[in-house]
């Protein structure tokens, strides 16, 4: 047994390992030469890693196991760089998992991260929800519908507009087997349309 100061200092440091008093207590009475001590995991959840090993050699720090509580869990998704503008935190979006549509589930967007990839001019978000039955596992990949109400608004068909790289082109009819090309200012994306800020008049027939 550990007295005084030692036994003292030896239990501050164990709780600083993440310990817990009555685990601390349990170590007390054991023998000196006992080869085996119980560690009870801060958490409940699931291993999804196990480094240790019968007869491993372990140095400070070193990791031997990975514990994850499952039941809630978060999801990435990349939202275009177009699209921000109408995302916010705490809106919802349905699940549905690749391998099985018939399963919906709803999450909610708690983070939009600070910064832009510079190559798809996409933005990382994380949705959180329960996951019941843990149907959702780690590094899976689900299907993530973002629903949200846009108004009425003037839209074509995204593949009327050209892109030019500056600019964007929308070629209108003007009779008798005319067509005339036509600069137009884009707005939000939604599926296969997008919407026209200026340029084109609503009526106005399009190729």
Request: proline content about 5%.
């Amino acid at each position: 047994q550990l007295g005084g100061e030692l036994k003292k200092n030896t239990a501050l440091r164990l709780r600083q390992m993440g310990l817990t008093q009555t685990q601390i207590n349990a170590l007390d009475p054991k023998p000196a030469d006992s080869l085996t001590s119980q560690i009870l995991s801060p958490i409940s959840g699931t291993v999804i890693e196990k480094m240790a090993v019968a007869g491993m050699r372990v140095m400070p720090g070193e990791d031997l196991y990975a514990i994850a509580d499952l039941s809630h869990v978060w999801i990435l998704a990349d939202i275009y760089e177009y699209e921000l503008p109408v995302i916010e935190i705490g809106q919802t979006a349905e699940i549905t998992l690749s391998y099985d549509p018939a399963v919906s589930m709803t999450g909610r967007l708690a983070f939009i991260y600070p910064t832009l990839d510079g190559e798809t001019r996409t933005v990382r978000v994380r949705f959180e929800l329960d996951n019941p039955g843990g149907k959702l596992k780690p590094d899976m990949y689900v299907n993530v519908a973002l629903t949200v109400p846009l108004g009425e608004r003037l839209i074509v068909p995204k593949d009327a507009v050209l892109e030019s790289g500056i600019r964007q082109i929308i070629f209108v009819r003007q009779g008798g087997g005319k067509l005339a090309w036509r600069t137009v200012k884009i707005g939000a994306r939604a599926g296969d349309w997008v919407e026209i800020l200026d340029g084109l008049s609503e009526g106005e027939e399009i190729v």
